[in-house]
């Protein structure tokens, strides 16, 4: 859960990677940096808090050059700690090097305790940082290659942003789980950008060209652009970025996220039809999904909770003490609104069920006669080990839980989830167009097995 954003031959290229950041909050609010490269030197301004408060008028100033990287962070991997904060930089034998990452690597532990026993120091716990680990050991003679072999060591979820030697350096996983698009600026063709999510090229007026391909490291070096392939696997993209974690208004893979919600709210509305008043989101994570299930039903759509949009998300906040007492500040029933109205709430997900709890009775409390949970996807039921925060298995309410224990639980009338074949139609899977669907199914595309990891671990020479 993070959010990486690129630019290369810009001359205001760290105050495109700022702006950019912003439209990319959404992905991380723990920290935030961006990174420029003036002729291979590099300017770094990097710090715990959120985009707004982390870079000063100064700052940005400061940040010459014309090439820049930027990451919004939510830690995955490695503590909420400002030793992790990204961008990372290092120098080593061929320069500076600046690194952003989002996604989770899944066998980071296991090549970071080969490294260190092989008397590597390591300045952050962030899985990141083993990727610049091993390009350092590597001896191929051009920096793609020597991204290209690190790359083929590490196993699990990785968009990156890289910059060195003056480029720009763009690398996805070969299963393609977290997103990232190529783009050019509108006004300045040979300024080109990538960022997580499409929300930050309109931010800056550029537009998108492509999504950069699963497995592919993208060098732009000035005005030229070279792709070279890592050994390919099955394109495997996160389907939970289309559920929940990216924002509305923009395109993956080529489709619009607000569309496939909107689909996923309607499959929802047919599979789990009820009588009812009203439909109300959860906002803002189940607004969209809403819509869908109020058009298809025809039940009228209000807006019952208010958000609060000045308190962070708080599930996203990693300590406990925080995410208890999170929904009562940042959701608030309307009054007279709900009252002896029969109520269908939609949001995206139920992750421990705490939320969906909290939200059942503050709109009971607000006088409704019935609540109906409905989730637009399927029951969450497994942890994600390519970079979505989900908490263990046994913390997950639907591991232990069938629907009609989590309805009771959450105290609501009726609770009933997507089907993963309506989830499946909404977002228009097909042999061509598989997800990773891990923590809806189990189906991990690179198992996470410890003890294999360690097996293949004697297999990594570097
Ligand atoms: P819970 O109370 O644990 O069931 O949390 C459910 C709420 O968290 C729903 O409103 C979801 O939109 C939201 N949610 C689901 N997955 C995540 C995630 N990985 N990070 C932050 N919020 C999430």
Redesign the pocket.
């Known amino acids: ?1 993070c959010g990486v954003f690129g630019i290369a031959n810009h001359p205001e290229a760290a105050n495109l990677t700022y702006l950019g950041l912003h439209a990319l909050q959404h992905r991380g609010q723990e920290s935030a940096g961006v990174v420029t490269s003036e002729g291979g030197t590099l300017h770094a301004v990097r710090k715990m808090g959120l985009v707004a408060d982390v870079f000063s008028k100064e700052q940005l100033a400061s940040l010459r050059g014309s090439v820049g990287i930027g990451h919004v962070r ?1 830690s995955t991997a490695g503590g909420s700690l400002p030793k992790n904060v990204q961008p990372l930089t290092a120098e080593y034998r061929h320069g500076a090097v600046a690194l952003a990452h989002n996604g989770n690597l899944v066998n980071a532990e296991l090549l970071r305790t080969k490294l260190e026993a092989e008397g590597a120091i390591f300045s952050s716990n962030s899985d990141t940082e083993v990727i610049l680990q091993l390009m350092a050991r590597c001896n191929e003679t051009t920096l793609a290659g020597r991204l290209a072999w690190a790359l083929e060591r590490v196993q699990g979820a990785y968009s990156l942003v890289m910059t060195s030697e003056d480029r720009l350096l763009v690398a996805r996983d070969p299963h393609g789980f977290r997103p990232l698009i190529l783009g050019r600026m509108r006004t300045s063709p040979h300024a080109y950008v990538v960022a997580s999510e499409t929300c930050a090229f309109d931010l800056i007026e550029a537009e998108r060209i492509r999504d950069i391909e699963p497995g592919e490291v993208l060098t732009i070096d000035g005005a030229q652009l070279v792709s070279q392939h890592l050994p390919p696997a099955p394109p495997r993209f996160c389907v ?1 970025e289309h559920v ?2 990216a924002r509305p208004d923009s395109r993956l893979n080529d489709e619009g996220v607000y569309d496939l919600r909107v689909r996923m709210g309607a499959k929802l509305a047919q599979e789990s039809p009820v009588e009812a008043d009203m439909v109300i989101p ?1 906002p803002d ?2 607004v969209v999904a809403a819509l869908g299930y109020a058009r298809e039903s025809g039940i009228p759509f209000e807006l019952g909770l208010i958000r609060n949009h000045y308190v962070g ?4 906040e990693p300590k406990d003490s925080i ?1 208890n007492f999170g ?1 009562k500040l940042k959701l608030n029933p309307v009054p007279g609104l709900l009252k002896g109205k029969r109520v269908i709430v939609v ?13 059942v009775k503050m709109i009971r409390d607000a006088g409704a006669r019935e609540v109906h949970v409905r989730i637009s996807s399927p029951p ?1 039921k497994s942890p ?1 080990f390519y970079g ?4 263990t298995r046994a ?1 997950l ?1 639907a591991h232990s839980h069938s629907p009609a224990e989590i309805a009771r639980y959450i105290t609501a009338d009726s609770a009933a989830y997507l089907s993963s074949k309506g989830l499946a139609e909404a977002v228009r899977e097909g042999p061509e167009r598989r997800f990773c669907d891990a923590c809806f199914t189990g189906d991990y595309p690179i198992p996470f097995d410890p003890p294999t990891h360690r097996r293949q671990l004697r297999l990594v020479e570097f």
């Open positions: 859960m939510y939970f929940y974690f959860v994570s189940g998300r708080t599930f996203i995410r929904v949001d995206d997900s139920i992750v421990r069920g705490t939320t969906s709890r909290k939200i969450v994600c979505i925060d989900t908490p913390e309410i």
